[in-house]
């Protein structure tokens, strides 16, 4: 049903637009004209006149008398709800509203907007915009837009989704200036009907779209984006480029920058869903154009061969494959002895392959690299000397039968490089002109198999959920908190709550010592602050000593303590869960310590999520390399870690009724990991 | 004398071609041909011709009977150094050795390239290579080379000086795909006479060329890189990519990835110099562009005015700003109050100033903004809609006066595009064709102008170094190296140095307790590690017992104590320097504590340094927020670690005989800084 109003908004055989005008210039005569060269049946609708541009021209949607599949408006906001009653009517398909004056511009057009919503939903016409600058479809010739610079893009396979139909043009024009085209652009404005999982649902199965490339400010229903992205990257690649690294919220209307950043988050969120994320408009367009041309099978880690015509080029591209995190292994010793026969002593050859200029050898080496077992794909770097190597010839005539997918950096004056780039791409082999654009893109080509290798594991879940328990009635106490961590599968120290001082006595006798003596409240969330953790109690005296301490501090609910065994040293982590606004039950890791707070040192993953995804977030950290034993200490337990993780995930599905919970710290071990402290708050 | 040998290595007029051959196609040939274009006279060197392309042929150097500015070596290696002999006995200005076989070959080469450096030594010839692939400088369609693609480059106002030819012809080829050119593309190769450092001093002061962009690999003299960069800087805008973010040495030949990583020191020197230093080769061109059009004022916070006709590239354009610290200052509120006069409600019009399209209301808007005292430069993107805004008109008619420099992103169709970005830059507008291009570029002006005004302060040291005595003989225990340190400005706790019991019973009877009780051995650099520090020594039976753990060492020097009062609470730092290979007398500031450790949190300056060169150490550090007090806690005093950072760097200054110099940690408390622990290695 989605599926079908989707085609009827982007693949219309009739178009009907409101407002229409025989004025040339006017937005309701521009929409005319420019859908005209797509071939669908036009129907201007303006009682006013009777042709406009050589179609009839109708008084009313209704006195067209057919189910058009897709309405432009071309007028008011305040007469867009009547009209796009009516279209509902008619049996349109889909519509499109424009211009501006809803949501976006105060109380009054958010009045219309919540009309429109409510016509979708009664009607079930689909709806694109308001607020939108429409759409262009060029390998079909058609544009729903009021805007000529839709009208002059470049057919190609990449589909532009963007909030703002302005970024649609924007990223279109990047891909046209380096020869690659689109196969939609799309703005989708105030998005209140069909938004962004809609149209990549639709474009997954769209046959002129070979790559989805996403620009995302703020999103509404995260979770949706999500899953549609999930679905879509099983049939071709998903790129996302998004704003927010940055306190940018009093322009962008939306966000704060806290703890959770909300780029963090978002980023997390839609590379977890299975999109490569980018930094920059250029990458994007940049990474859509290779992956609109290669694509390797899932891999969690591809290895990629490295050749180059100029050493310098080579080591620019070996540190920034690096520093993204691309694998350039060490060739085969059979490899390498074989490239060693070919070129003069001194050259580099492991990988990088240093090929000095491009001599006669060049294909053979290209051969070799494409020959070894643990390369998946192959960077090239050449500066264009025709006479030294002419790429076509190489791939054509040379090694016309290469197994291992070849992006090929090069550089030359300009008009041979848009006849070398166009060539090479038509033969399947992704051009860029410089050594780092062609690494970056290798890295998305990279990054898109290493997630869907990734999201092959995501319904294996590692380790079966335990049944969990119901919540027990009241404000959740650290002893509670630590009791439903317990029956999650996680370690917590041995504790005792105690009701009173012959309790915290008794219980002092039975744990092993020393024990950290705490105030039990849970009304009291910073326990510390108030003078309500003692470390290292070891006998009585301290014990009494401590719980002075505590009685000291006004209660706020019934006094109890809770005395636990201390743990040995480890290296501490914060390992948390929120429900997000936008993206729902949310797992977040950070290294514990005052500097990694600092540093924000913190990664983030949608619930639920696999062994895969946790090893990754421990990965992630910055000072991940903690984990591994530092300075002679010794590694820590990560697939406890990992289960510590997974547990915390899984209690937030289990239990929709928490809303936050904060182990704070988690102390990882070689033995294991510990939950120190526990605070749970109910929704 | 330098000036006037690179002036005829540069801006010949005579040109002798050794191994000049009249076989098309060959190097002695191509050199001769590629030589002809620039004018100068040239004099082809081959006893077996009498012509060569026309020009008379001469059996050897010597017949030509005149001392030719420059001579073109395509001989081979073992050749050469007997003719690099007779090329200075005829008077030559300088040699260009294009082939390899030196140096960079093996032990064989090497021999030759020795030879080669005595012969400049000697006769005073200027050489450059050898290992070069030569230089083109297009503007005098002058190209000293083998390689015809030298032939190809446009001219224009950079200059690109690469350790490789490679890289010189691949960088100057992103220029020209862009429609801008270079005055100079030159490969230093092997660069056994002539170094960066004399190319950068001949061209501060080339009329052709408008901003040196520099691609550096490893350096040998960094320090004359560094003096000369300092020196080019006044005059024109230096940039510099190199290479070294990763372990590449194996590839590189060079460096080592350690806490003190090369990439950080020699990006920290370079900037430190006054050279923007760039991520990439698109941004090292993009940089350029920008510079050689617009150039800001010395100026330590430049604020951009972004004014955008799309919100979506302003948003990406924003972000990428904060990014990169550039400073998007609130415009004032009569600057806001007259945008707002201009644009409907809703805009976002306090900084960036959002357009909505580009209406007729944007010429205006960019007045307000130009004529805004916070405001250095002006940051633009319209999408290229020629009936919305003509970018032309914008500049020549309706804004003709602005006062301040004006980067323009845009996009559109690519041949609109290279007519409008080329008709921009003629107006001394800077054109970029995507949104973060544009705004990386803008990054690119800013930091030359901060980096310019931080050059300003550089010889007002902001405190008189003190006399400083001399070291005393011997091996430097923690005693002697924290009188020095006491000596030279910096705080240290006060402690008595103890050579028996009853020595460090009396000192404890003396200091404020607790003390610190530390084994003094100069010969035990980790003494935590051996159990040599007992800290919270209060009294004589906790001191027996501190001495006892020490007297259990084994001794390596005299046996030793050292008592010492206890700091109150801080934050930790290390606070070093060293004598680099490469850079010389460098200083090393971190974050103290593991984390930061195991994020390398340090930052770098080559000594001496200023206060202001100190200060913004204190603000790299990823961690620097913890100074100013973190959760609570109080702030540290910034000025007393600015002096401690000058006292360091004057230490090493003051004492050639310092190999090394780590105080960790250096303890930042709101009162002042204290160096806790000191260690000193002599050269």
């Keep these: 049903m989605t599926k079908n109003a989707l085609d009827r908004l982007f693949r219309p055989q009739s178009i009907a637009v409101v407002g229409a005008s025989a004025t040339p210039g006017k937005a309701g005569y521009m929409a005319v004209q420019l859908a005209q060269p797509s071939g669908a049946r036009i129907y201007p609708v303006n009682p006013n006149e009777t042709t406009i541009l050589g179609h009839t021209a109708y008084p009313t949607l209704t006195a067209i008398g057919t189910a058009v599949d897709l309405v432009l408006f071309a007028v008011p906001a305040p007469a867009c709800p009547a009209l796009l009653r009516e279209a509902a009517a008619i049996g349109a398909g889909a519509a499109i509203i424009m211009g501006g004056g809803f949501g976006e511009s105060g109380a009054e057009g958010q009045t219309i907007q919540d009309e429109l919503i409510a016509i979708c939903a009664e009607t079930g016409i689909r709806l694109l915009g308001p607020n939108t600058g429409g759409y262009a479809a060029p390998p079909r010739q058609l544009v729903a837009s009021f805007s000529i610079s839709f009208s002059k893009l ?37 998005a209140i009907n069909i938004d962004a999982a809609d149209v990549i649902d639709y474009l997954a199965t769209d046959p002129d779209t070979r790559v989805i490339a996403l620009y995302l400010e703020g999103l509404r229903d995260g979770r949706r984006v999500v899953e549609a992205i999930r679905r879509a990257c099983v049939h071709k690649p998903v790129l996302a480029l998004t704003i927010g690294r940055n306190e940018i919220c009093a322009f962008a209307k939306s966000h704060t920058g806290n703890l959770v950043g909300s780029y963090g988050l978002k980023t997390a969120a839609l590379r977890q869903a299975g999109a490569v994320i980018v930094d920059n408009s250029n990458d994007l367009i940049d990474a859509a154009m290779a992956l609109s041309l290669l694509r390797l099978p899932p891999n969690p880690n591809p290895g990629v061969g490295l050749l180059v015509g100029q050493a310098g080029a080579g080591l620019l591209m070996l540190d920034q494959l690096k520093s993204l995190g691309v694998s350039v292994p060490r060739l ?108 970056r893109a290798m890295r998305a080509v990279v990054e898109d198999a290493k997630n ?25 106490d650290e002893a509670t908190a630590k009791d439903l961590l317990r029956q999650a599968g996680l370690s917590v120290p041995n504790f005792i709550a105690c009701r009173d001082r012959s309790q915290a006595r008794a219980a002092l006798a039975r744990l092993a010592k020393p024990v950290a003596v705490k105030v039990l409240d849970a009304a009291i969330l910073h326990k510390t602050e108030v003078g309500g953790v003692h470390l290292n109690v070891r006998d009585e005296a301290q014990l009494e000593a401590a719980l002075d301490r505590i009685d000291a501090i006004a209660p706020r609910g019934p006094r109890a303590y809770l005395l636990e065994e201390m743990a040995t040293a480890g290296v501490d982590l914060i390992l948390g869960a929120v429900r997000d606004p936008v993206f729902g039950p949310t797992v977040l890791l950070g290294m514990g310590g005052v500097t990694a707070e600092a540093l924000k040192d913190v990664t983030l993953r949608l619930a639920p999520l696999t062994g895969a995804d946790a090893r990754e977030m421990l990965g992630e950290m910055k000072a991940s390399v903690l984990l591994d034993g530092w300075r002679g200490s010794p590694a820590v337990a990560r697939d406890a ?41 109910r929704c």
Tied chains: 1, 2.
Aim: negative net charge.
């Design 332 to 439: 085969s010793d059979d490899g390498i002895a074989r490239i060693a026969r070919e070129l003069p002593p001194m050259h580099y050859i492991s990988n990088p392959v240093d090929a000095g200029r491009p001599t006669p050898a060049f294909p053979k080496l290209l051969e070799i690299i494409d020959a070894e077992p643990g390369i998946d794909a192959v960077l090239i770097f050449v500066l264009d000397e025709p006479t030294a190597l002419d790429p076509i010839a190489l791939f054509t005539e040379s090694c016309p039968n290469l197994r291992k997918p070849v992006i090929y950096g090069t550089a030359g004056e300009a008009g041979d490089m848009r006849n070398v780039c166009s060539q090479l791409a038509r033969l399947g082999v992704a051009p860029f002109r410089s050594p780092e654009r062609a690494a």
């Design 641 to 681: 870690l990992v289960d510590a993780i997974l547990a915390v995930a899984e209690l937030l599905d289990a239990h929709p009724e928490i809303a936050e919970l904060d182990i704070n710290p988690l102390r990882a071990m070689p033995q294991g990991a510990l939950a120190l402290d526990a605070l749970m708050v």
């Design 452 to 476: 869907r290798h990734r999201l092959t594991e995501h319904h294996a879940r590692s380790r079966k959920p335990p049944a969990l328990p119901a919540l027990p009635p009241g404000a959740l």
């Design 154 to 190: 470049k057919p190609g396979p990449i589909a532009v989704v963007s909030q703002s139909g302005g970024m649609s043009l924007i990223l279109s024009c990047i891909a046209e200036n380096d020869d690659f085209g689109v196969s939609l652009a799309v703005g989708l404005g105030n």
